[in-house]
């Protein structure tokens, strides 16, 4: 079973707006990961945690908060977006994070992001 | 930095052809994977196939095949017996497990080739 799942599917937010991406895998991966995908790019690194500890950040602004409550679950919280952060935000894991073929990182299905 | 190229942008097949997309990319190291990633218009990205630069034989998962030329630096995918479900747009991913720092694990992702199959 290699299933990632994202909710909500779809979510529309004003400028000024809280709210939350949930991401889920029970595959016993300790590596789970953030990306961000525009229309017809690849996706964009976001945030990495490995073994539930945030171990990459590239960069990104404080509007987007990353959480990872538990092996098994990453949040994203959300916050005073702006209109240019509308995108596909695609959700990963990987049994760990050191490479290799068994870290190959399996994809959730995203979550569509629209900031009016 | 490593850099993987997908110099096709756009390509169209017949359903029952074969079709070959093609995948470049530039690396000092002699460890590394390998990846197509396959992203329908239902958006989920999904492994296509993979394969270990170590393993000179070519991976295959059944009509996916990848021809893997790690002197050339080249990782095409051809597909055989298309298929109307094969329409995607489909990722050619690198990863090098002795990044160090914060590359370590990640996987760079060439832009993309959008596949269409027609009946």
């Known amino acids: 079973d290699t299933e990632v799942t994202q909710t909500p599917k779809h979510l529309v937010m004003g400028m000024t707006n809280k709210k939350s991406l949930k991401c889920e895998q029970h595959?016993?991966?300790?590596?789970m990961y953030w990306y961000k995908q525009k229309a017809k790019k690849p996706p964009e690194l976001m945030f990495v945690y490995s073994y539930e500890k945030l171990s990459i950040n590239e960069s990104v602004p404080s509007r987007f908060s990353p959480e990872c409550p538990n092996s098994s679950l990453l949040n994203l919280h959300l916050h005073a977006l702006q209109p240019e952060d509308s995108a596909l935000y695609l959700c990963?894991?990987?049994?760990?994070?050191?490479?290799?073929?068994?870290?190959?990182?399996?994809f959730g299905p995203g979550t569509r992001l629209t900031v009016l | 930095a490593q850099t993987v190229t997908q110099s096709q942008p756009e390509m169209s097949v017949q359903e029952a052809e074969t079709v070959t997309l093609s995948c470049t990319y530039d690396?000092?190291?002699?460890?590394?994977?390998l990846f197509w990633y396959k992203q329908p218009p239902s958006r989920q990205m999904i492994l296509v196939i993979r394969?270990?630069?170590?393993?000179?034989q070519n991976a295959t998962e059944n009509r996916f095949s990848v021809n893997f030329q790690k002197a050339a630096k080249s990782f095409s995918l051809k597909i055989s017996d298309s298929q109307l479900g094969d329409t995607a747009m489909y990722f050619c991913a690198f990863m090098n497990p002795n990044a160090g720092g914060t590359s370590y694990g990640k996987l760079t992702f060439g832009q993309g080739t959008i596949l269409t199959v027609h009946p």
């Open positions: 990963a894991s990987s049994q760990d994070r050191y490479g290799g073929p068994e870290d190959t990182q399996y």
């Open positions: 690396t000092s190291e002699s460890n590394y994977y």
């Open positions: 394969q270990e630069a170590y393993k000179q």
């Open positions: 595959m016993g991966h300790r590596a």
